[in-house]
Nanobody, 120 residues
Framework: QVQLVESGGGLVQPGGSLRLSCAAS????????MGWYRQAPGKQRELVAR???????TYAGSVKGRFTISRDNTKNTVYLQMDSLKPEDTAVYHC??????????????WGQGTQVTVSS
């Protein structure tokens, strides 16, 4: 009933930029936290950035100062602006949202993922 659709991934050269978007749709009362996670080959999934409904942000140390997370609560959409990209940023990026539904209560939902590749 609730789904997340990501967009904006692709191939970029080191030092370049990308902007990821994730839109939530369906039967939604509210969304508390929204975030981006990534998983590179041979590595565990890690939190990249998270933002609460009130605008409190959290970043992984490896991306702090380079990435910026934001959200539009009227559109149930979260964004991740990625600047000064490095090859080690290459991964599949997944959107996550903590959703509250009047019917189903509160639960976490995930997007299908979008590939980000940083290479020259």
């Amino acid at each position: 009933q609730v789904q997340l659709v990501e967009s904006g991934g692709g191939l970029v050269q080191p030092g370049g930029s990308l902007r990821l978007s994730c839109a939530a749709s369906g039967s939604i009362f509210s969304i508390y936290g929204m975030g981006w996670y990534r998983q590179a080959p041979g590595k565990q999934r890690e939190l990249v950035a998270r933002i609460t409904r009130g605008g409190i942000t959290t970043y992984a140390g490896s991306v702090k100062g380079r990435f910026t997370i934001s959200r539009d609560n009227t559109k149930n959409t979260v964004y991740l602006q990625m600047d000064s990209l490095k090859p080690e940023d290459t991964a599949v990026y997944h959107c996550n949202a903590e959703v509250t539904s009047a019917i189903a209560g509160s639960f976490d939902t995930w997007g299908q993922g979008t590939q980000v590749t940083v290479s020259s």
